[in-house]
């Protein structure tokens, strides 16, 4: 059935629960790990990518661009932008050996990738360094020619020659074992577009100018304070982040710079005029509340921009996404507040801004997945359920499977 995930160190199809969380094989010792790359088939050979080389960005987008996820019915497909890449992939700390690439030994054309990024990980009362895997692509003529075990091992044998090994990742399909699945939300923005392109459809018992009027965002953000997220809030970002997260069984560890480096670092270029609220090259939205009185940072949210590629379309070639990421609110610590709805309805407040902002961008669709406590304000906001789902994975490491509810962080 999984011929790979079979030999894998991964909880298998079926197992029950462990009775303690814990690693699956213990970490190997640098010198145990094997020393040469693993063997590629022949006419073909690894390749590390460096990605302050704005020739080889280019190349990964090439690639991810005609080769990465599509959805069901291959209609739109993940358009990552060099720079999304560029912030996703060099947070502080990060190893160019996990930015690693197959390419065509005789042209050098670029056929393969996968990555890694080290994070702190919390699993429920553990605490440990893990590698984040993300933007496995196989080119299409490549396809079903087990080169995704290849990369998947390669890459596991770079992050033991760093001592670290756990690590996290996602995906749409089904492997063993999920630890989480979440299902997408959207909350439709450009209607219009959005039917045109067949990203959705007015139902039976509406009209499209009905369905605008229903969707209808305001025009300005309502909560008092609410600016966008500058170098000197960070301290605090990191800390409310910290707090907040708490809560939850399975969270991203942030310190200072990487809190600095996760929210201000892909914000775009600052050098030239931006146009409503979305400047050149941004790639991350972070606005935070400032209390108009104490001036103490008591709420934040961030999203970031993942276009689609529209696959056909006459008139459309892309679908302007946002995609909700990290946010916390202080009126999380009241207590009683899940049980009064008090963080619900600053939740609601919260997010409400988030799309005003998303708005002015221009996005056509806002997506959230079922995570943290989005469960709370999706369907005050008028988000509706997608066909899509996402499941989160941890490589080495044993715990029960986390409710969506008790969820997770990481970039999807
Ligand atoms: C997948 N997404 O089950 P079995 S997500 C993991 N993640 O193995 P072949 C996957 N495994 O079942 P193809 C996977 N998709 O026989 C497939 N597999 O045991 C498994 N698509 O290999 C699959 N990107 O090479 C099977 O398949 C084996 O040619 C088959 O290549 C697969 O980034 C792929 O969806 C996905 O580019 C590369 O279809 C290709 O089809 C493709 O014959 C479009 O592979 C893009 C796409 C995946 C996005 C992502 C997270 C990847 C996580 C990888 C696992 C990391 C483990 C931890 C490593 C570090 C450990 C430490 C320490
Ligand atoms: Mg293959």
């Known amino acids: 059935e999984h011929k790979f995930w079979e030999t894998q160190p991964v909880p298998q199809l079926g ?18 790990v094997r020393h040469e790359p693993y063997p590629l088939p022949k006419d073909f050979e690894w390749s590390i990518l460096d990605i302050d080389d704005p020739k080889q960005i280019k190349e990964v987008y090439d690639l991810l661009s005609l080769n990465y996820v599509e959805d069901d019915e291959a ?6 932008s060099a720079e999304f890449l560029e912030w996703a992939l060099k947070p502080p700390g990060y190893y160019k050996e996990w930015h690693l690439g197959v390419r065509v030994s005789t042209n050098k054309k670029l056929v393969a990738f996968i ?26 003529k490549l396809r079903s020619k087990r080169l995704a075990p290849v990369l998947i091992k390669e890459v596991t044998r770079q992050v033991h020659l760093q001592g670290i090994a756990q690590a996290i990742y996602t995906a749409g399909v089904v492997i063993p074992t999920p630890v989480s699945t979440c299902r997408y939300y959207h909350r439709t923005l450009n ?21 605008i009027r229903v969707h209808k965002i305001d025009t300005t953000p309502h909560l008092p304070g609410l600016r966008e997220m500058e170098p000197k809030d960070i301290p605090e970002v990191a800390d409310l982040f910290a707090r907040y997260m ?19 670092s892909g914000r775009g270029d600052f050098s030239q005029p931006s146009e409503g609220h979305r400047r050149p090259k941004q790639v991350l939205w972070a606005y935070v509340v400032e209390d108009p009185e104490s001036h103490r940072i008591t709420d934040f949210f961030s999203f970031y921009s993942l276009p689609s590629t529209i696959i056909n379309h006459p008139k459309y070639n892309l679908l302007q996404a946002a995609y909700l990421f990290y946010y916390s609110s202080d009126s999380a610590f009241e207590p009683g507040a899940e049980e009064s709805g008090n963080l619900k309805k600053r939740l609601v407040q919260l997010i409400g801004d988030a799309l005003i902002i998303a708005n002015h961008a221009k996005f056509d669709v806002f997506n959230a997945v079922t995570l943290m406590d989005n469960m709370c304000f999706l369907e005050d906001l008028k988000f509706g359920a997608g066909d899509g789902l996402l499941n989160f994975y941890l490589y080495n490491w044993r715990t029960a499977p986390l409710a969506g509810v008790e969820a997770v962080g990481g970039v999807e």
């Not at 814990?22 to 640098?30: C, D, L, S, Y």
């Not at 990555?115 to 299409?140: D, Q, Y």
């Open 246 to 264: 708490e809560r939850f069984g399975m969270s991203q560890i942030m310190s200072v710079d990487e809190t600095r480096h996760i929210f201000l």
């Open 115 to 140: 990555s890694g990024i080290p994070i702190t990980l919390r699993v429920r009362g553990n605490m440990f360094r893990a590698s984040e895997i993300n933007f496995l692509c196989v080119h299409k």
């Open 15 to 32: 197992e029950e629960p462990p009775a303690e969380d814990g690693f699956i094989e213990p970490t190997k010792a640098i010198e145990d």
């Open 75 to 80: 209609s739109f497909r993940f358009q990552y």
């Open 191 to 211: 209607i219009p577009k959005l039917v045109d392109v067949k990203f959705t459809c007015v139902p039976r018992n509406m009209t499209l100018a009905r369905m």
